[in-house]
């Protein structure tokens, strides 16, 4: 196969559906939805099936615990895609909305109109559900989109793209709205970051080396993230209830994603109380690496060091510090973080308007998970991920991310003097 024309190739088409669905109705991209909705319900069994093709060959890899749970297509992650699904249909339609207009003293009205990308090139790794989410995404923002899956959820992916073509072909939608590059082929990749021509931007979801590789290697706008190196800090005016509740469902509701807390800051008027915030994590046997302090207290923690501070663990690991009030915590933060998600346990607003105002990320938390940093718990349906950058967008890719904008105005036969 010449990887190089056969990518061209799915550009080019990609290019002439995008034409055609910046002007298909949102009932038409709906009723596309609808369908993808009820056709995962139908073939779930058959998608469980193939799945457990990729998750022996991770197994085989000895991939980690956190890469074979991203890898794991069940029935409750099936349900949980149908939801995104029908989320997404319930957004407004991000297309042709009227986001500003005004007029000008020579009689010229001016109207800022929404408008889709174009076309979205996707390049992710190991979960097989943004198979489902980035073409959703895509769709309700009237965009195509040429997804490039991993290796490692070839099976799963390549299935879901083949029940995606058939629910959205049956509502009409032009040919070729979703394509998927049918190689796990790396080259493939390079080919995609070079079709300048024909996708309009890039958006990488994986690991640091995917995203480093795109980033030096893309002719096309990319939006990315870093790694998701997040944040706790308990303030000496923390709610303790509060603080050991959130501080375990950050880390242990799911360690591999990216929202999962990676180090908890502890005041140190607070110190006293660290082994009691840090106790479910013992029992659930989340290793503790921390300073001398927190060392001190167990035998079964390990010394933290000034790697691990910098560290995306996607593990049931999390490194622990105790700080000198809450600009410790945001010099430390502001530091160390990736730019993602951090959050502040307090009952003090002025604290956490200090804290947010000085913390530089995309998501900041007051008394509440990390792990609420998804796309689907913003409103906006699902994401095709979360962006650490400050342009295009920020924060859960959605549909309305999706868009930009053109200027039309409305004139009675105005000349420029």
Not at 35 to 41: A, M, Q, V
Not at 53 to 76: C, E, F, G, P, W
Not at 244 to 268: Q, Y
């Amino acid at each position: 196969m010449n990887t190089k024309n056969s990518i061209k190739d799915l550009g080019v088409r990609a290019k002439k559906a995008a034409g055609l669905l910046a002007n298909i109705s949102n009932d038409q991209k709906n009723k596309a939805l609808d369908n993808l909705k009820k056709n995962l319900e139908f073939y779930s069994n058959e998608l469980i099936e193939i799945n457990k093709k990729d998750i022996d060959n991770a197994h085989t890899m000895k991939l980690s615990v956190a890469m074979i749970d991203r890898l794991t297509l069940n029935q409750d992650r099936i349900k949980g895609m149908m939801k995104s699904l029908d989320d997404i249909m319930n957004l407004q339609n991000p297309v042709g909305k009227i986001l500003s207009e005004w007029e000008r003293p020579n009689g010229l009205h001016f109207k800022k109109i929404s408008v889709p990308l174009g076309v979205i090139g996707i390049i992710y790794e190991s979960r097989p559900n943004v198979t489902v989410d980035a073409s959703a995404i895509a769709i309700k923002a009237g965009n195509a989109v040429l997804l490039r899956g991993g290796k490692d959820s070839f099976h799963s992916s390549q299935k879901l793209n083949e029940i995606i073509s058939k629910s959205f072909a049956t509502a009409g939608l032009p040919d070729n709205s979703v394509q998927m590059v049918a190689t796990s082929d790396r080259q493939a990749v390079d080919e995609m970051l070079r079709l300048d021509s024909y996708i309009d931007v890039i958006i990488p979801r994986g690991g640091k080396g995917l995203i480093k590789h795109v980033k030096e290697k893309s002719s096309i706008p990319v939006i990315k993230h870093s790694d998701g190196i997040c944040h706790i800090y308990v303030d000496k005016e923390a709610d303790l209830n509060i603080a050991k509740k959130v501080i375990f469902n950050s880390k242990m509701r799911r360690p591999g994603i990216c929202g999962a807390t990676e180090t908890v800051l502890i005041d140190k008027t607070l110190s006293e109380n660290t082994s009691d915030l840090l106790q479910n994590l013992i029992e659930a046997e989340c290793e503790i690496r921390g300073d001398d302090y927190v060392k001190s207290l167990n035998t079964n923690f390990k010394k933290a060091s000034e790697e691990d501070w910098g560290t995306e663990y996607l593990d049931k690991i999390i490194s622990v510090k105790i700080v000198e009030g809450v600009q410790e915590a945001i010099h430390h933060i502001n530091h160390y973080s990736s730019g993602h998600t951090d959050a502040i346990i307090t009952q003090n607003s002025k604290t956490f308007q200090t804290f947010h105002q000085q913390i530089n990320s995309a998501i900041i938390l007051q008394n509440a998970s990390t792990q609420f940093a998804d796309g689907g718990e913003f409103g906006f349906g699902a994401e095709i991920g979360i962006s650490t950058d400050k342009l295009h967008a920020r924060g859960p890719i959605g549909a309305e991310h999706l868009t930009s904008f053109k200027y039309v105005i409305y004139g009675n036969g105005q000349v420029r003097p």
